[in-house]
Nanobody, 121 residues
């Protein structure tokens, strides 16, 4: 499975950005992780393709929305009310099957390239 992430850029605090993760084929779950400078990679949000169930890190709940377009085999991360602490390289990852440990980056074998999100005035 090949993943192509896009949509990063510069946003002001309180602004919005939408990330896309286009896959070469259907998978079981698509997840966004992020890694800020000097920090470990952390879970952001996940979506199950079969059920549509979504999962979020507490730090983004209520501000970020993960969604999918089955026809385009693309997952999206709509990021609203951005904060400077959201600045990071964002990665999309996928698994063929759902796992209860969807938040664990080591569970994923397919990764897209990172896309940089910078939130600054």
């Amino acid at each position: 499975v090949q993943l192509q992430a896009s949509g990063g850029g510069l946003a002001q605090p309180g602004g919005s950005l939408r990330l896309s993760c286009a896959a070469s084929e259907r998978t079981g779950v698509t997840t966004w992780f992020r890694q800020a400078p000097g920090k470990e990679r952390e879970f952001v949000a996940a979506i199950r393709w079969g059920t549509g169930a979504t999962y979020y890190a507490d730090s983004v709940k209520g501000r970020f929305t993960i969604s999918k377009d089955r026809a385009k085999v693309t997952a999206y991360l709509q990021m609203n009310s951005l904060r400077p602490e959201d600045t990071a390289v964002y990665y999309c990852a996928a698994r063929l099957h759902y796992t209860l440990a969807y938040y664990d980056s080591e569970q994923y074998g397919f990764w897209g390239q990172g896309t940089l999100v910078t939130v600054s005035s």
